[in-house]
């Protein structure tokens, strides 16, 4: 771990002042290659809005369904990857330019790894974070946050078995870790009951109380709840309509003629006011509007006075990446330890199964005869098929059921260091996978040196279940998005196996399409099984009535498929290149999720 220390860069102190100057986000038109017209137009989601917001504000932000709440929020929290134009800055600084964790969003739905404990999450995001939790100071922090967003009695529970306040407050104590200043939530209390609503406002309202800005939007919030909040936004078709305390709005829909009914839902009465509805007279969201953009400009010159407040120094963590890939270890050795009884039944059930099935069938085979020659020769293939597509097809949707949470720690930790852990991780199923194989199924066949040659056998499956391993992560990241990774993925099968040279003399190949073989983990496999058991066959039996031509030795047997001579070097390192050639790949894709931006 490493601290820096910051001044130009580190987060805020003392009076903090969020300024937002004509912001305009939009979605660009959508247009396929064989239309002229677009599919989809262009569409305006924030129209020119310019606000300023301050240090303790517990700001609800309102309006109907499609006003733009979520993009807003999403553009105070630097994490927009929409097109735009306008600047959002905090204290003079772009919020773009903001060291993690100065701004915090806490997004509508929570995404978690549901096996992990409530502590062992906020262990590792403090790892992450903040450093190792071996300093008193760090441990100090988390045992704060946890007493004060109420999660003490629940350390020990199982994410998946928390309620839907309850892990609203575990994404509440995550974002808090890093001290931010200003704290971003998109609707906190949708689809709590009104107990869980209220805790977690409360919680929010304590930490404006701190000299924070809390940013909330609430989607039709109970009459309790709505005057919790000390400052109200006002948004309907992607424009900011007002923005100040709850009797300032009351005064300023008065002077418009609307006035609410005595025991009605405030928030209702706004909301409804500035709906899109034919029967509401469009006249006065503009009166609101103006009457809005009027008090703006005249409290414009009080928001730019406080824009210079002073910045602290700050010691910000950066954690190496051999560390970071060491946390994300812990974290998936936790899912492996949780669901290891049903992981190694799974995998022992399939493979003993399929290792028995190999056995009966090829019970007897050697490879001293001309008729067994053929035998030994789909034996090998099936040990290797079976390793190979087993360990890709389980590796290719590693990613998927994990993309939003990726996406969601995107900045935590680098995409190299996530790839790698979640390589590592696989290893043990590398390891456990080909021993009923070799225990069961080459029991039953005739093998010179049977000790030494299981071995061999055992650990070029081995090597090939980790690059099939590397090509199924790659292939999964570099289509994850899309979500053809059981579509692509046979196709690109197809040449690579036919590659082994089990269906097809790899020397007859046309010189054009030999190369391919090169990068096929399949023709390493097969390559190496079939020269670990070849080589030792002397002598095969060639009757004298046959009249074909008979294959005299294990040798000849190599040599009509076309494999190598020098085969522990070519193939342990084909195995290699291979494996370092689609990690590479599987990062490229990684990355190029990141790059797509926040999931919220």
């Not at 946390?327 to 399929?354: A, K, Y």
Request: proline share 4%; charged share 20%.
């Amino acid at each position: 771990m490493e601290l820096i220390k910051t001044n130009a860069n580190s987060p805020l102190c003392g009076e903090i002042t969020v300024k937002v100057e004509k912001l305009k986000v939009w979605a660009s038109e959508e247009k396929s290659w064989w239309k002229r017209k677009p599919s989809k137009p262009k569409t305006i989601i924030i129209n020119n809005v310019t606000d300023c917001i301050k240090t303790g504000e517990f700001l609800a932000i309102i309006g109907p369904s499609g006003a733009g709440k979520t993009t807003f929020l999403v553009s105070l929290a630097g994490k927009c990857t929409l097109p735009s134009e306008g600047v959002i800055t905090v204290n003079g600084r772009n919020v773009n330019d903001l060291p993690q964790g100065t701004v915090e969003i806490l997004p509508q739905f929570d995404v978690f790894m549901d096996c992990l404990s409530v502590m062992e999450h906020l262990i590792f995001m403090t790892e992450m974070r903040l450093g190792s939790l071996k300093t008193s100071a760090n441990e100090m922090i988390l045992n704060t946050i946890i007493s004060d967003v109420k999660l003490k009695s629940l350390e020990r529970t199982f994410i998946r078995s928390l309620s839907g306040g309850e892990r609203r407050l575990l994404s509440l104590a995550s974002s808090l870790l890093s001290s931010p200043q200003i704290l971003i939530c998109d609707e906190p209390t949708s689809g709590l009951d009104s107990y869980n609503a209220s805790l977690v406002v409360g919680v929010l309202k304590n930490i404006s109380k701190t000299g924070k800005i809390v940013i909330c939007s609430v989607h039709q919030p109970s009459s309790d709840l709505f005057k919790e909040f000390n400052s109200i936004s006002l948004m309907s078709e992607g424009k900011l309509l007002f923005h100040g305390t709850h009797d300032d709005c009351r005064m300023l829909f008065e002077s418009v003629n609307l006035r609410c009914p005595k025991n009605y839902n405030t928030a209702e009465f706004y909301i409804k006011a500035v709906s899109s509805n034919p029967t509401v007279n469009e006249n006065y969201v503009d009166r609101i509007l103006e009457n809005y953009r009027n008090r703006l400009h005249a409290s414009d010159e009080t928001c730019c006075e406080t824009s210079s407040a002073a910045t602290s120094q700050f010691q910000v963590c950066k954690r190496s990446w051999a560390r970071q890939v060491q946390i994300l270890l812990w974290r998936f050795s936790i899912r492996l330890r949780r669901n290891i009884t049903f992981l190694v039944m799974s995998l022992l059930l399939s493979t003993v199964i399929g290792a028995a099935v190999i056995g009966i069938c090829f019970a007897g085979s050697t490879g001293t005869s001309q008729r067994g020659v053929q035998n030994l020769r789909g034996f090998l293939w099936l040990l290797c098929s079976e390793v190979s597509f087993s360990m890709s097809y389980s590796a290719l949707f590693a990613f998927e059921n994990e993309l939003s949470l990726f996406k969601r720690e995107a900045g935590m930790y680098a995409v190299f260091s996530y790839f790698i852990a979640k390589f590592l991780s696989e290893i043990p199923r590398c390891i456990i996978l080909p021993i009923p194989y070799i225990t069961i199924a080459t029991s039953t066949v005739y093998m010179p040196n049977y000790t030494l040659t299981a071995l061999e056998l055992y650990i070029a499956l081995l090597l090939t279940g980790l690059a099939s391993t590397a090509y199924g992560l790659g292939m999964g990241a570099m289509f994850i998005s899309l979500g053809l990774m059981g579509d692509v993925m046979p196709c690109a099968d197809l040449p690579l196996f036919l590659m082994s040279g089990a269906f097809l003399r790899i020397s007859s190949l046309p010189i054009w399409l030999y190369p391919v073989k090169y990068g096929s983990h399949f023709y390493y496999a097969m390559d190496a099984l079939s020269n670990i058991y070849w080589r030792q066959i002397g002598e095969i039996d060639c009757p004298t009535n046959v009249t074909t031509n008979c294959l005299k030795d294990g040798a000849a047997v190599l040599m009509e498929n076309g494999y190598s001579s020098n085969f522990i070097v070519q193939d342990s390192l084909g195995l290699l290149l291979v494996a370092t050639m689609w990690c590479l790949l599987g990062y490229y894709g990684l990355k190029r999720e990141e790059r797509k931006g926040y999931a919220y």
